[in-house]
């Protein structure tokens, strides 16, 4: 953690909170949860990116002892850490925007993917994304935990999230380049805790 402050000093401020996150992280992989992410935009992409760094290896190799699967698909697998973006879904989310409210397009994917053992990381630079929020809402009523990445005085999703991290900036691209530094801490200090043993 050290190596963000000194990259980051602002984000010292997040210290506490960004801890909180790990460790909800954690228990929701040593409960054999699932991770769900959303946002919009840039914070899409972010959604993305979390993926890709927890469902392949990202600093580590990953070696997988399964012994269910052939010495050839070991060798080309990496152990996945399970998360979904939800910004993903392209005809599900074209579908139910065109048919229904699109407000609700990614409370109706946790809604229908999400269990209680699951993490919802909820990404809105504002705080206050109606899609986003609604996401959260479900999550809360369904027994999801929920981490928030955002911004400026944290918005609604402050008061709606389990854990709400809270990065020191109330522009966007400045609030999307300190999210990528704690999701980046946050993904390596994940997989050190389940494959660097």
């Known amino acids: 953690m050290d190596n963000i402050f000194e990259r980051y000093p602002e984000l010292k401020c997040c210290e506490s909170d960004i ?12 409960n054999k949860g699932k ?6 935009g840039g914070s899409a992409a972010d959604s ?12 580590s190799k990953r070696e997988i002892k399964d012994d269910r699967l052939t010495e050839e698909l070991k060798e080309k697998l990496q152990g996945a850490l399970p998360a979904i973006s939800l910004c993903s879904q392209t005809a599900l989310i074209t579908a139910f925007n ?23 990381i909820a990404i809105s630079t504002s705080g206050n994304s109606k899609n986003i929020l609604k996401a959260v809402e479900v999550a809360n009523c369904i027994g999801v935990k ?4 955002t911004g400026g005085n944290g918005g609604r999703i402050k008061e709606l ?9 109330d522009e966007t691209y400045k609030i999307q380049e300190y999210h990528l530094s704690v999701y980046h801490y946050l993904c390596a200090e994940v997989e050190k805790e389940f494959f660097d043993k």
Not at 48 to 59: A, P, R, T
Not at 98 to 118: C, I, M, R, S, T
């Open 35 to 40: 991770i769900l992410v959303c946002g919009n």
């Open 48 to 59: 993305e990116h979390i993926v890709g760094e927890l469902m392949k290896g990202f600093l």
């Open 98 to 120: 065109n048919d229904l409210d699109p407000d609700y397009v990614f409370a109706q994917q946790v809604y229908g993917y999400g269990k209680e053992k699951d993490l919802l």
């Open 146 to 149: 929920t981490l928030a990445l």
């Open 161 to 169: 999230a389990t854990v709400t991290i809270c990065v020191p900036s």
């Open 19 to 30: 801890k909180k996150a790990l460790n909800l992280i954690i228990e929701t992989y040593k």
